[in-house]
């Protein structure tokens, strides 16, 4: 990647570049060959990110005053961005098991009967839990939310990042009778950490509905893209497999040794059972703190600076995300610090 990095920026010419068709055949190889997962050319449209495609879809896809359904605890953004956008957060909490969580279908139902909204912000796999939804927990979702006229949009950049035995079943796997109503978003960014040279995808298989996006994207100036970007992510679906099989490798000895590290120093803090992602979401309830009380004692004795739980919204009051992404020495520190709490 860095070598086809030195090669574009030798070529010298940095003005407007064309859409390059080898990148988008790079990313349709690796998804087919990663995830069995066959995408169509014609599907694609490319943005800065993925935040600003969301943002864009809210507007195209609802009504100022809507509701737009988000699983709860989310990913901060997604609130972020419906609410700034004028639209209202229904939070669908995720039932908390011993195993990780799950989809209180129930109150789903519920929620898409009474409230009527007509979007869904799906993640998966799930910041923070790091849950990868099954492909029958995903027709489920999917049957209620097709009987009741909603949009279903899939943040999917954290597809390719899953433990050992693992397997990822995006919204594009389901049978195609729902497919008019599903977006997908993807990107290499977590994958092969680019997220500051900004590219990311959208998958819309409806005609009307990519059209409708790319409109969006031209009234607001999002048409344009960084040529660099591409030309990194496009390196690194080419050849980045065996480099990605080896940070995969690492990430589950990282997530393997900080679980047996942690139940051993700091045993009051559990760790939510996951299936994908470099992110430890962990429980610390038992320390009786509020969660500004929660970060000073981070801060200050465990001298920890962790995402904290209550920027996921209700549901992660009294837990930190720690980022298992890092070399051991970081962790070891982490868990040090942990201990010291209590």
């Not at 509905?209 to 009234?219: E, I, P, S």
């Not at 992110?279 to 801060?299: I, K, P, S």
């Not at 930190?320 to 070891?332: D, F």
């Amino acid at each position: 990647m860095q070598q086809a990095l030195h090669q574009r920026v030798d070529h010298g010419v940095f003005g407007y570049s064309e859409r390059d068709d080898a990148y988008y055949q790079a990313a349709i190889d690796w998804f087919a060959k990663r995830h069995d997962l066959p995408l169509r050319r014609e599907w694609f449209t490319s943005i800065e990110g993925v935040v600003p495609g969301l943002a864009m879809l809210i507007q195209l896809l609802s009504k100022p005053g809507d509701g737009v359904v988000v699983q709860g605890p989310y990913y901060g953004s997604f609130a972020k961005i419906v609410t700034m956008n004028g639209r209202e957060v229904l939070e669908d909490p995720l039932l908390e098991t011993p195993q990780g969580y799950r989809i209180d279908f129930d109150q789903l139902a519920a929620c898409l009967a009474q409230r009527k909204p007509p979007l869904l912000l799906l993640c998966n796999p799930h910041n923070p839990t790091g849950r990868c939804w099954r492909r029958d927990e995903l027709e489920r979702l999917m049957a209620l939310c097709h009987a009741h006229d909603v949009t279903v949009i899939s943040d999917e950049i954290w597809a390719d990042l899953l433990l050992p035995g693992e397997t990822f079943t995006s919204v594009l796997h389901l049978d195609e009778e729902y497919r008019e109503r599903v977006i997908a978003a993807t990107s290499a960014s977590k994958t092969f950490g680019l997220s500051s040279l900004r590219i990311s995808n959208f998958l819309i298989p409806n005609a009307r509905l990519r059209q409708g996006f790319v409109d969006r994207l031209n009234a607001h100036g999002l048409d344009v893209f960084n040529a660099l970007s591409m030309t990194a992510a496009t390196a690194a679906y080419q050849r980045g497999a065996a480099w990605l099989d080896e940070l995969l490798g690492y990430l589950a000895e990282n997530r393997r040794w900080f679980e047996r590290a942690l139940a051993a120093a700091a045993p009051w803090c559990s760790m939510t059972q996951a299936e994908g992602t470099y992110l430890a979401w962990l429980d610390c309830r038992a320390l009786g703190l509020n969660d500004a009380d929660l970060q000073q004692a981070l801060v200050a004795v465990a001298k920890l600076a962790p995402s904290m739980g209550s920027g996921f919204g209700p549901q992660g009051s009294g837990f930190i995300r720690i980022n298992l992404g890092c070399p051991r020495r970081y962790l070891e520190r982490a868990v040090e610090g942990l201990a010291r709490l209590k």
